[in-house]
């Protein structure tokens, strides 16, 4: 496994070693949003997690695809029901279901 930041990065050729080695055309990796870090090649993603968290990352701060294909869904959605048709059917008491866990963790930390 590796850790990748501003000083420590990958090359495309590294990158594509990486794949070979492991999955042919995937890297994996896990994010961290804050610290501007990522692990990389490694067979699963909590491994990776594991990494980050334990070189001090916090959970909330750590994104990896399918966290990323969440929120382009979600952002998807609030498109479609603010400004185009609403085809998923989106109404303002779904949104304020889905949003609650967020304004009440915001919440909690003041």
Known sequence: MRLVDRENQITVNESREMAAAMFGELVKAVVDVRLQVMAV???LQS????FLLERGSEQEDLWYKSRLRELLRVREALADY???DNSYHSSDEAWLSYFRFFLLAARGNR
């Open 41 to 43: 090649d490694a067979e």
């Open 47 to 50: 491994d990776e997690e594991a």
């Open 82 to 84: 603010f400004v185009f």
